[in-house]
């Protein structure tokens, strides 16, 4: 199983990226993916999650009404588009996957995931 994450890179303040992740070894699209983040001398902290019928998402206070978690499900591929981006984005950007419904935050219960990807957000 593989998870690859992509679409990060450099920004402006107030700047915007889509980041994706797809899975390959077996499908997660009837299952809960999500995004967790990890800044520097800091740990890993939820980001969002999307379930795996794609009609129930959460997210965290510190990114809602900026970020938008996605899927389709025939692609395998879980998204994450962040507008308005803060200089305390920054940050290696991870995708997650779980064969669990009605996983949230908790990164203990993902038992996949991506390499990361590094987003950095200049001010």
């Known amino acids: 199983v593989q998870l690859q994450a992509s679409g990060g890179g450099l920004v402006q303040a107030g700047g915007s990226l889509r980041l994706s992740c797809a899975a390959s070894?077996?499908?997660?699209?009837?299952?809960?993916m999500g995004w967790f983040r990890q800044a520097p001398g800091k740990e890993r902290e939820f980001v969002a999650t999307?379930?795996?019928?794609?009609?129930?998402?959460f997210y965290a206070d510190s990114v809602k009404g900026r970020f938008t978690i996605s899927r389709d499900r025939a692609k395998n591929t879980v998204y994450l588009l962040m507008n308005n981006l803060k200089p305390e984005d920054t940050a290696v950007y991870y995708c997650?996957?779980?064969?669990?419904?009605?996983?949230?935050?908790?990164?203990?219960?993902?038992?996949?995931w991506g390499q990361g990807t590094q987003v950095t957000v200049s001010s």
């Open positions: 997650a996957a779980t064969l669990v419904q009605g996983t949230r935050g908790l990164s203990s219960e993902y038992p996949y």
């Open positions: 999307i379930s795996g019928t794609a009609d129930i998402t």
């Open positions: 070894g077996r499908t997660f699209s009837n299952y809960p």
